[in-house]
């Protein structure tokens, strides 16, 4: 048990690292893209004109992560009544729905064992019992 939380740990650092690895060495070149857009700006019109440019061009793709970051994801279709239901008391903490199954599968049994009861009190009512 414990080498499965050691191994899942391992690689969850490892990942952790290369993405942040990753995540710096694209922050550098994009520093370095900005840098070659201002000299190339700048060699074409003057400074004031390149910082316009550079800042409305940030704006926008700013504008557009924040519209991504805002668009909410329908919700996955769930054909079965029972699983729709299951799924939304889910959706805040894996507790709520390990606690759902446990339940529904708690009033499963108790129906089972009631229909139960009474085939067998209906049996009793039949007649004797002939085995």
Known sequence: ???????????????????????????IGFLFLTLAAWIILVSVTDSLTAAVVLGVSYIGLGLIFLAFALTRRKAPRVRHDALRASS??????????????FFEGLG???AARDQFTKSQQSDSRDGPDRS
């Open 88 to 101: 939304a008391t889910s959706a805040g903490s894996p507790f709520l729905g390990v606690a759902a199954a």
């Open 1 to 27: 048990m414990f080498d499965n939380i050691k191994s899942a740990a391992a690689a969850t650092a490892r990942r952790t690292a290369f993405g942040l690895a990753a995540g710096l060495a694209m922050f």
């Open 108 to 110: 499963a049994g108790l």
